[in-house]
């Protein structure tokens, strides 16, 4: 009844007429509250908290203040008010008790000096023992007077995780009841329900509530145990903060949820990198010096962001103010820079230097309100206002917070604390790792198990082998060794793989496999590994190595991919400039697929072509050009160990190598080239267009269409080749007129007219079909004049740009395979084209000699053999003109039925040739020599020569190992003549050229003796053993490992070495 | 009731703090004056010093336990032989080695809360 008078008290002012003053006031002070203002409320709550409060409390206050008048006086009406419930509860004369103030406070007092006699009596015991000075005795007592608690902690200590699965709820358990409450009160719901049960027992009437559970992430909601909805309805009566309406089941199965708590991590500590929450300094990293956690404070360490000179003008103008904060609102927040005592002297800003009592009176400098030290800005903020939780702070952070003048990590607590904060489950089975805390410090083993808590290791020293140790992920660290191979699985370099070249505490160095740049990466992010990536390679649309476009006038090549940002590359050739750029700061991804640049000697190069580097900061480098853009090469040196072997030069620094790009010889050797080279292009072009196919039999005897008409069946875009040429216009308004062409596209063709300043834009059509026909009679024959205007050099470029090149390509490499190989193409074009020259010749007299008799009559082969670097490649005819001897017939009919053996791709390409040449018959075993029916192993090889000059591969000494190749072992796929292809392996090669074979891919069947001209390398896959059958390594063998374009990876088997050769050199063995 | 409660914390706010062995929930000026119901051993009452050492205010959610030993959440909580009073559900931060000595010696075991 007692306790539905308190209840009612606030809820129904007109029932409580008859009761006690004291109950009144109460209710006085309820209204009040009500009425009063938030804070007041505040401290009203507590107030009457106190009323109710325990007992205890109280009477500490009575004894320490017993000179307090007011607080006395509250606390005795709060004793009667509970005497009041007590005396309702034990006799009936509540009114007479009630009915004087004074009565009431004896009673009052009574109650408390009763009651804290025996508290008093209660608590004493404590400072008893300390009194007692002996241990034992203590011990004893302790033992006394808590033993029972004692085993019974010790027991509920002891539940594991198992165990606490046994406590998991069951029907027999209370249930938990969800109840509403006013948001922010919960805690103190809950500590009132605590308070009102004490009450309410005390009364006799306990609550038949268990607990009451307050969550501090669930806003609004209290948890009640009980086992009925009604006892819970009973407890939550009148309470002002919580909603007597909902009372809501929480099922059993979610009970554990609800107290599953996440664990707050508030764990800051000294030295704990945490982030800044808010204000100007918001997101930056900051290190925590000291912490309060009493007052919920702490002061960190940050790198200031203060604009001196706006300070110094604040200062100095005094305390002008107003407007200011609207003024620092739309400022930019300054950069973080260290303070320099220097700057503050300039800037005339007056700097106290004094102690700091709160720092161990260390010296600090104040100014303008603010407190530094070292040039760091030392901060008090609240606990509240820092973030601790999941900050890892990145390596360029804590460089950038590492003050440049500070030697070699004077800051070193940085990394290991930067190390703590680590993610779980690093470790994973196998990992080596070295123990750093604890007793066991210093202990190497291999992590056997990971659990939630733990991780356990088995140690590597012999004398604890066979035992697991238990550890906590703090106390273990990863440990590597130099060289080990890692991939890295978190932070920027995420996904990138390489080789360990430094190991420091917490953190490595790392030889990145892509880019062969030092990365420094934590341990924690790294794992053992052996595999092998180019880490990411994609960051939106861009991609590793793309040419993109950063503002209007600055390029840049992507050398890496980082998580969200990437290295690039700028294209200023007077110095490595390399700059990280964001996704969003990447205007554009360009094409340069076409573009093409000059070299020294106004030679074009276009991608792909193998430049060397003749001046400027990167002379002697080479490789193949990567991208153009206005004149700036972007080259790929692989030997280059910075920025993924990028380099960015200048065209004008640069000589074009390799084939006939090589203009030290700038006669009729161009010519020739140009020549042949055109002759086949229109056939290429076909592959292109189609359509365009009638058009060689109006060409008429098609080889001397040379550049002219390979230029107009390029597509749709710029046709350099005839840029630089000269050519009379045929008919139209300018009809006569010649001029030197500026641009041409394959519709229109700008001419500058030599006999006006002007220049025009013709048709194509219009132009007269002999360009430069004014100059010599022949139409072949102009293409040895071509080069003096520059077209020369230009036309071989046709092909390397053609899409045709792979296709031709693609059956030497693998009659299978797609036309990929890119690599391959400048050169082998070079190398596979000029044998036709060499097989040509014989054909020249009978079907060429009218069309261009003085290209082919004059300035032939013979003029090519004393070419200095280019003597190479007129060797290289040979063994396709060779190859043509040694099989007449079988390739022969191969080279006539081109589509049966490689499909129509192949076969379009193959027969505009035929009907655009006359001699079309005899000169197909020219072109079957690069069919894959044909004994393709040997145009392939010069090929390889002219691909990568670096290479030690094949020279000119190759030739007769190229004849020769044969090795044992080696599976080869023989072509005989009228016969299907076969797998074989080579028994033996004999001396004169023949090798023995037995059929089948490892050798099981017939013997069979075939020329080389019959054999055919078969291309070795990943994994393959592999003999290498020319160059220095010849006979070594090893296993490839990987493919790169047209070169392999092999493993060197006795060296162990890893070797980059070229895939033609490799033959597949045969399996034993 | 079997035991004697724990003092009822007499604010809501800041100043509370909660056992690092128990978890046991009051304010900084409960504990220096009378310590810690469960825990008497570590003598904070007698030194102030002790309660900043074995207390800590980051403790999230707070659970009145009226009847320890009948609820379901107090055992779950491992503080059902605890005497009732206000506990913290979860606690961060553990005992200093020497006070964790101090339960070692008093043949109380130590099961950080955290």
Same mark, same amino acid.
Request: glycine residues 10%; proline residues 6%.
């Given at each position: ?1072 | ?9 007499? *604010? ?10 128990? !978890?046991? @929930? ?5 504990? $220096?004056? %009378? ?12 030194? *102030? ?10 403790? !999230?959610? @707070? ?5 320890? $030993?009948? %609820? ?43």
């Amino acid at each position: 009844m007692g306790y539905k008078k308190y209840s009612d008290d606030e809820e129904e002012n007109d029932d409580v007429e008859e009761e006690a003053e004291d109950v009144d006031d109460e209710e006085e002070e309820v209204e009040e509250e009500d009425e009063e203002e938030e804070e007041e409320r505040s401290r009203k709550r507590k107030y009457k908290g106190s009323q109710f409060i325990d007992d205890v409390a109280e009477e500490d206050d009575d004894e320490d203040e017993e000179e307090e008048a007011p607080r006395k006086r509250r606390h005795r009406r709060a004793s009667a008010f509970i005497d009041d419930e007590v005396a309702v509860a034990s006799d009936d004369e509540e009114e007479e008790i009630e009915g004087e103030d004074d009565f009431i406070q004896d009673e009052g007092v009574e109650m408390i000096e009763e009651e804290d006699r025996g508290r008093k009596h209660h608590r004493s015991m404590l400072p008893e023992d300390d009194q007692q000075e002996n241990v034992e005795d203590l011990e004893k007592f302790i033992q006394q007077r808590y033993g029972r608690h004692e085993y019974e902690e010790f027991e509920e200590a002891e539940t594991t995780d198992v165990e606490q699965q046994a406590l998991l709820p069951s029907v027999k358990d209370p249930k938990l009841w969800m109840v509403k409450c006013l948001p922010g009160h919960e805690r103190e719901a809950s500590i009132c329900l605590m308070q009102k049960f004490m009450d309410m027992d005390m009364q006799g009437k306990p609550l038949l509530i268990k607990s009451a559970i307050a969550l501090d992430h669930l806003k609004g909601y209290l948890y009640v145990e009980s086992e009925k909805e009604a006892y819970v309805r009973e407890a939550i009566r009148g309470m002002r903060m919580i909603s007597q309406r909902e009372v809501k089941l929480v099922p059993i199965k979610e009970m554990t949820d609800v107290l599953s708590v996440e664990k707050k991590s508030v764990d800051i500590d000294q030295d704990t990198w945490v982030r800044v929450k808010n204000g100007v300094y918001k997101g930056d990293l900051a290190k925590v010096v000291d912490v309060d956690h009493v007052r919920q404070r702490a002061t960190i360490k940050l790198i200031p962001r203060v604009d001196l000179q706006v300070l110094a003008l604040k200062m100095n103008e005094g305390l002008q103010k107003g407007g200011k904060d609207a003024d620092m609102k739309n400022k930019p927040r300054p950069a973080p820079r260290f303070i320099n005592k220097q700057e503050l002297q300039d800037l005339k800003i007056s700097v106290d230097t004094k102690r700091d009592p709160n720092h161990a009176g260390e010296y600090f400098e104040f100014f303008g309100g603010m407190q530094f030290k070292d040039g760091y800005l030392y901060k008090g903020v609240s606990l509240k206002s820092i973030d601790s939780n999941g900050v890892v702070p990145s390596f360029d952070e804590l460089q950038k917070f590492q003050k440049p003048t500070d030697e070699g990590g004077t800051d070193s607590m940085g990394l290991p604390t930067a190390l703590a904060s680590k993610r779980r489950g690093q470790f994973v089975k196998g990992d080596a790792v070295i123990v750093v805390q604890g007793d066991l410090k210093n202990l190497m083993g291999y992590v056997e198990k990971v659990d939630e808590d733990d991780v356990y290791v088995r140690p590597k020293d012999k004398e604890l082998k066979g035992s697991t140790l238990a550890f906590k992920d703090r106390q273990l660290c990863k440990f590597f060794k130099t060289g080990d191979h890692v991939k890295v699985v978190a932070g920027t370099h995420e996904g990138a793989t390489g080789m360990i070249v430094r190991v420091d505490l917490g953190s490595v160095v790392i030889l990145s496999d892509t880019t062969k740049e030092d990365l420094k990466v934590f341990t924690a992010n790294i794992v053992e590994s052996s595999e092998v990536t180019s880490g990411l390679n994609k960051l939106g649309d861009y991609e590793l190595h793309d040419l993109v476009l950063l503002d209007q006038s600055t390029v840049g090549v992507i050398v890496r991919v980082e998580k969200d940002s990437c290295q690039v590359l700028k294209g200023t050739p007077d110095r490595a400039e390399v700059l990280t750029v964001k996704l969003r700061d990447m205007r554009k991804k360009l094409f340069d697929r076409n573009t093409n640049a000059q070299d020294r000697d106004s030679n074009v190069i276009s991608l792909k072509d193998i430049v060397r580097v003749v001046e400027g900061p990167f002379k002697g480098r080479e490789g193949p050009v990567e991208h153009i853009n206005r004149g700036i090469l972007f080259i790929h040196d692989r030997h280059h160990l910075e920025n993924g072997g990028f380099l960015c030069v200048r065209g004008m620094w640069c000589v074009a190598l390799g084939g006939s790009r090589n203009r030290l010889d700038r006669g009729g050797r161009q010519a020739h080239n140009n020549n042949f080279n055109g002759g086949f292009q229109a056939p290429m072009n076909y592959l292109q267009s189609p359509r365009r196919s009638p058009h060689p039999f109006h060409q008429g005897p098609g080889g001397h269409g040379g550049s002219t008409f390979g230029g107009r069946q390029m597509g749709r875009r710029r046709d350099h080749g005839l840029v630089g040429t000269t050519a009379k216009i045929r008919t139209g308004p300018f009809k006569g007129y010649r001029g030197r062409v500026v641009d041409a596209t394959d519709h229109d063709v700008r001419i500058e007219l030599e006999s006006q300043m002007k220049v025009v834009t013709v048709r194509r059509d219009q132009l007269s079909d002999a360009v430069g026909s004014q100059y010599h009679n022949g139409g072949g024959a102009s293409y040895r004049e071509s080069p003096r205007y520059g077209a020369g050099s230009e036309t071989p470029l046709h092909p390397s740009r053609t899409p045709m090149h792979p296709a031709f390509m693609t059956p030497m490499r693998d009659p299978s395979a797609t036309p990929i190989h890119d690599g391959m193409r400048t050169p082998m074009r070079d190398r596979a084209w000029n044998p036709h020259t060499a097989m040509n010749t014989p054909l020249r007299d009978s079907s060429w000699d009218d069309a261009n008799p003085s290209t082919w009559g004059n300035s032939g082969t013979p003029q090519y053999q004393p070419g200095t670097p280019g003597g190479r490649q007129y060797e290289a005819p040979t063994p396709g003109g060779r190859g043509w001897a040694n099989t007449p017939t079988g390739s022969f009919s191969e080279a006539g039925t081109p589509s049966e053996s490689s499909g129509p791709s192949y076969g379009i390409p193959a027969s505009p040739y035929l009907i655009g040449t006359p001699g079309g018959p005899p000169m197909t075993p020219g072109v079957a020599s690069y069919l894959p029916s044909t004994p393709g192993g040997q145009p392939m090889t010069p090929g390889t020569g002219g691909l990568d000059p670096t290479s030690p591969a094949l020279g000119m000494g190759g030739l007769e190992i190229e004849n020769k190749w044969g090795l044992p072992e080696i599976v080869v796929t023989v072509r005989k003549a009228g016969e299907e292809a076969q797998v074989g392996v080579i028994q033996e090669a004999m001396p004169d050229g023949t090798c023995r074979i037995a059929l089948g891919s490892s050798g099981e069947g017939d013997m069979i003796i075939a020329t080389h001209a019959e054999l055919e390398l078969v291309v070795p896959k990943k994994t393959d053993r592999i003999k290498i059958v020319s160059g220095e390594l010849r006979r070594s063998t090893g296993k490839l490992i990987g493919i790169d374009g047209a070169d392999g990876i092999v493993k060197m088997d006795d060296t162990l070495d890893i070797k980059i050769l070229d895939m033609s050199s490799l033959g597949k063995m045969a399996a034993n | 009731m079997g035991r004697d409660p724990a003092q009822i914390p007499t *604010s809501f706010g800041k100043e509370l703090r909660a056992c690092l062995r128990c !978890s046991l @929930v009051k304010t900084y000026n409960q504990f $220096t004056d %009378s310590g810690c119901e469960n825990c008497p051993f570590f003598n904070m009452d007698q030194d *102030s010093d002790r309660v900043l050492d074995c207390t800590t205010p980051n403790f !999230s959610g @707070v659970i009145a336990s009226m009847d320890p $030993t009948g %609820s379901w959440a107090a055992r779950w909580q491992r503080i059902g032989k605890f005497v009732p009073g206000c506990y913290a559900l979860s606690v961060t931060g553990v005992l200093p080695e020497e006070m964790a000595a101090i339960c070692e010696y008093n043949n109380v075991r130590y099961v950080p809360r955290s």
